[in-house]
C-alpha cells in the first residue's frame, strides 16, 4: 500500500466535480421531496401523494444516507482521502434498501419504464463511484 500521494491527473479532478454536482442534485430532489409544500404535493398524481405522504422513516433515511454520502465522498475525493470509497459504499447500500422498498414493497405506485431507467443509471454511477475510488487509492491519489 503507497504511503505517499502521487499527483491525480485532469480527469479525476473533471469526474470528481460532476459526481459532485450530480450528488448534489440528488441532495435537492431529497429535500424537494421532504419539504414538499401541500400546493406542490396536491398538484401531483394521486398516486405520487399517496407514495410522499406514507413512506416509511426508513426509507427517508436510506434517501438522505445515500445521497449525503454521496457529497460527502465527493468532498473526500477533492481533498484526496480514501475514506472516499467507505462512503461511496454507504451511498450505494442505502440507495439499493431504498430502490427495495420502491420496487418491491411500496403499494402506492406502480414502478413505470422511466423510474426504472432513472435507478439503473444511478446505481450504474453509484457503482462507478466505489470503482473509481478504489482506482484513485489503488494508484495513489487518495491517502
Known amino acids: 500500500m503507497p504511503t505517499s500521494t502521487s499527483k491525480p491527473p485532469t480527469l479525476f479532478w473533471i469526474i470528481t466535480v460532476l459526481a459532485l454536482i450530480w450528488n448534489i442534485m440528488g441532495v435537492m430532489a431529497y429535500l424537494g421531496q421532504v419539504y414538499i409544500t401541500d400546493e406542490i404535493l396536491a398538484s401531483l398524481p394521486e398516486a405520487d401523494q399517496l407514495y410522499i405522504k406514507n ?56 414502478v413505470q419504464p422511466l423510474q426504472m431507467a432513472w435507478s439503473f443509471i444511478i446505481l450504474s454511477i453509484c457503482i462507478f463511484l466505489v470503482w473509481y475510488a478504489t482506482i484513485a487509492t489503488k494508484r495513489a491519489w487518495v491517502s
Not at 422498498?101 to 406502480?110: A, L, P, S
Open 55 to 110: 413512506v416509511e422513516s426508513w426509507v427517508t433515511a436510506a434517501y438522505a444516507t445515500a445521497v449525503f454520502s454521496g457529497v460527502f465522498g465527493c468532498i473526500a475525493l477533492l481533498v484526496r482521502k480514501k475514506i472516499a470509497k467507505l462512503l461511496f459504499i454507504i451511498s450505494l447500500i442505502a440507495f439499493l434498501a431504498q430502490s427495495a422498498y420502491n420496487f418491491f414493497i411500496q403499494e402506492f405506485m406502480e
